[in-house]
């Protein structure tokens, strides 16, 4: 009796475990190539460049080889006006491109299409560096943004157009992206709002064509954090966000977010040394009361971490 019972639950169970397997292999899946690109796709792939993360060209994921972000309201070829200002992207000569330059089918249809024909990507080399931005165009009576290669299609270079924009119109946002996979942000914070209340919080969960040709996603897996996908259109303030990572503390008492000081490396914006260990007295001084203010946090320099940390989010996560 006991044995049938037995044989009754095993059946069930092979049961349960086919028809779980049945529902992997053959029920409906997205690929990530069906998807278009959205233009945030696309300002995403070209702004974070070959691959963000591990890889032999960046074995310490330091954020070494990414294209740089610029952002103009003049042509830096004719003078002419561009209203309003636009993103673009710059690959110095060496630095590899974005995965959907090189393999366009990523694009999905239509983008991949324009791109081509009059983007003008597949003229882009490597060797020379490229300047791109994202387009609109028209394919099938429907607008879609498509990759224009901008050194093809009007002669910028991209050694001028860097020189033209300036450090200050300029955004470290591949570098960036690549300090918060290194630094493991994700362990606590995510960049996926999902599909519930959420939204009213962090705001609307992505669509599948924003992901078209990023490598690697950094989703992350379990929140401990607020959802960091929308989080500058929240707070937009360059100084919070510096304050908040050379000590959290200063800006939320309770938090438990680590501090980065260490992001901004051993001189400020203007070439001084640091002093950490002066900081960190004036600011247990300011816990204990004996002094009204908390001390002031350096300014970053331009090839600091956390100026690209910042970069990217208060240029992407909006
Ligand atoms: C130990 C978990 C932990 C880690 C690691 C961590 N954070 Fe946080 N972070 C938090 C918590 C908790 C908060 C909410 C409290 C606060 O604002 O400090 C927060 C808040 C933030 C906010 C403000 C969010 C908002 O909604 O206003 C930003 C931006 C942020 N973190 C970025 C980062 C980045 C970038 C890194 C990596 C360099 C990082 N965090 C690493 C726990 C963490």
Not at 47 to 59: A, C, M, T, W
Not at 122 to 148: H, L, W
Not at 295 to 306: F, G, L, Q, R, W
């Given at each position: 009796m006991g044995f049938r019972q037995y044989k009754f639950g095993a059946a069930g169970v092979g049961l349960m475990l086919g028809f779980s397997m049945c529902i992997t292999l053959f029920g409906p899946s997205n690929d990530f190539r069906s998807g278009v690109s959205t233009w945030v796709g696309l300002d995403k792939q070209l702004s974070l460049g070959?691959?963000?993360?591990?890889s032999y060209e960046d074995p310490t994921v330091s954020g070494k080889g990414k294209p740089v972000t610029v952002i103009l309201?003049?042509?830096?070829?004719?003078?002419a006006t561009i209203d309003p200002p636009q993103r673009f992207y710059v690959y110095t000569a060496g630095t590899k491109f974005s995965p959907g330059v090189n393999h366009?089918?990523?694009?999905g249809p239509g983008v991949e299409e324009l791109s081509l024909q009059?983007?003008?990507?597949?003229?882009?080399e490597v060797s020379r560096g490229a300047v791109f931005t994202v387009s609109k165009g028209e394919f099938n009576g429907e607008e879609i943004d498509y990759i224009e290669n901008v050194t093809a299609?009007?002669?910028?270079?991209p050694q001028g157009t860097l020189t033209a924009a300036g450090d200050e119109n300029s955004r470290y946002v591949g570098k960036g992206k690549t300090i918060y996979i290194s630094e493991g942000c994700w362990w606590c914070h995510t960049l996926l709002p999902e599909q519930t209340q959420d939204w009213q919080i962090f705001g609307a969960p992505p669509f599948l064509?924003?992901?078209?040709?990023?490598?690697?996603?950094?989703?992350?897996?379990?929140?401990?954090?607020?959802?960091?996908?929308?989080?500058a259109a929240r707070n937009s303030s360059r100084e919070w966000m510096e304050m908040h990572f050379f000590n959290p503390r200063l800006v939320q008492?309770?938090?438990i977010m680590p501090r980065?000081?260490?992001?901004?490396?051993?001189?400020?914006a203007d070439g001084n040394a640091i002093d950490f260990k002066k900081w960190r007295k004036e600011y247990t001084a300011y816990l204990h009361g004996e002094s009204a203010y908390a001390p002031d946090v350096p300014e970053p320099a331009a090839d600091s971490e956390v100026r690209a940390l910042v970069d990217w989010i208060l240029t992407s996560l909006k």
């Amino acid at each position: 009796m006991g044995f049938r019972q037995y044989k009754f639950g095993a059946a069930g169970v092979g049961l349960m475990l086919g028809f779980s397997m049945c529902i992997t292999l053959f029920g409906p899946s997205n690929d990530f190539r069906s998807g278009v690109s959205t233009w945030v796709g696309l300002d995403k792939q070209l702004s974070l460049g070959r691959v963000i993360g591990f890889s032999y060209e960046d074995p310490t994921v330091s954020g070494k080889g990414k294209p740089v972000t610029v952002i103009l309201d003049k042509d830096p070829k004719t003078g002419a006006t561009i209203d309003p200002p636009q993103r673009f992207y710059v690959y110095t000569a060496g630095t590899k491109f974005s995965p959907g330059v090189n393999h366009t089918e990523l694009l999905g249809p239509g983008v991949e299409e324009l791109s081509l024909q009059k983007g003008k990507i597949d003229q882009a080399e490597v060797s020379r560096g490229a300047v791109f931005t994202v387009s609109k165009g028209e394919f099938n009576g429907e607008e879609i943004d498509y990759i224009e290669n901008v050194t093809a299609t009007r002669g910028w270079d991209p050694q001028g157009t860097l020189t033209a924009a300036g450090d200050e119109n300029s955004r470290y946002v591949g570098k960036g992206k690549t300090i918060y996979i290194s630094e493991g942000c994700w362990w606590c914070h995510t960049l996926l709002p999902e599909q519930t209340q959420d939204w009213q919080i962090f705001g609307a969960p992505p669509f599948l064509g924003d992901f078209n040709g990023e490598m690697p996603t950094a989703f992350g897996s379990d929140r401990k954090a607020p959802d960091l996908l929308h989080v500058a259109a929240r707070n937009s303030s360059r100084e919070w966000m510096e304050m908040h990572f050379f000590n959290p503390r200063l800006v939320q008492p309770n938090s438990i977010m680590p501090r980065y000081d260490y992001l901004w490396g051993k001189v400020d914006a203007d070439g001084n040394a640091i002093d950490f260990k002066k900081w960190r007295k004036e600011y247990t001084a300011y816990l204990h009361g004996e002094s009204a203010y908390a001390p002031d946090v350096p300014e970053p320099a331009a090839d600091s971490e956390v100026r690209a940390l910042v970069d990217w989010i208060l240029t992407s996560l909006k």
